[in-house]
Nanobody
């Protein structure tokens, strides 16, 4: 059973907003660094941003100032708030969990985000 489940994807117009959620189960969520990645057909998966177990964040230049990652350890959930969406943000978005002091990591199944221009 995949311990990460994304939700919140969909179709949105350019300039709009979406919030993705990634719910974790079966892991000690608070000790995992969490990340969001995205992938379009024919391209490699790319990093969108990360949030450490201590809630420090880091973002790809392409989304800085538009996207925000947050986490709620009480709900075992990480969020990706996406504002001012552009057509080039269209991709499948994946959640990733990296154990903070081990090599264990997990991927979610992905959720499609489509931004229409």
């Amino acid at each position: 059973q995949v311990p990460l489940v994304e939700s919140g994807g969909g179709l949105v117009q350019a300039g709009g907003s979406l919030r993705l959620s990634c719910a974790a189960s079966g892991i000690i969520f608070s000790i995992y660094h969490m990340g969001w990645y995205r992938q379009t057909p024919g391209k490699q998966r790319e990093l969108v941003g990360t949030i450490t177990s201590g809630s420090s964040t880091n973002y790809a230049d392409s989304v800085k100032g538009r996207f925000t990652i947050s986490r709620d350890n009480a709900k075992n959930t990480v969020y990706l708030q996406m504002n001012s969406l552009k057509s080039e943000d269209t991709a499948v978005y994946y959640c990733h969990a990296q154990h903070s002091y081990d090599r264990v990591h997990y991927w979610g199944q992905g959720t499609q985000v489509t931004v229409s221009s």
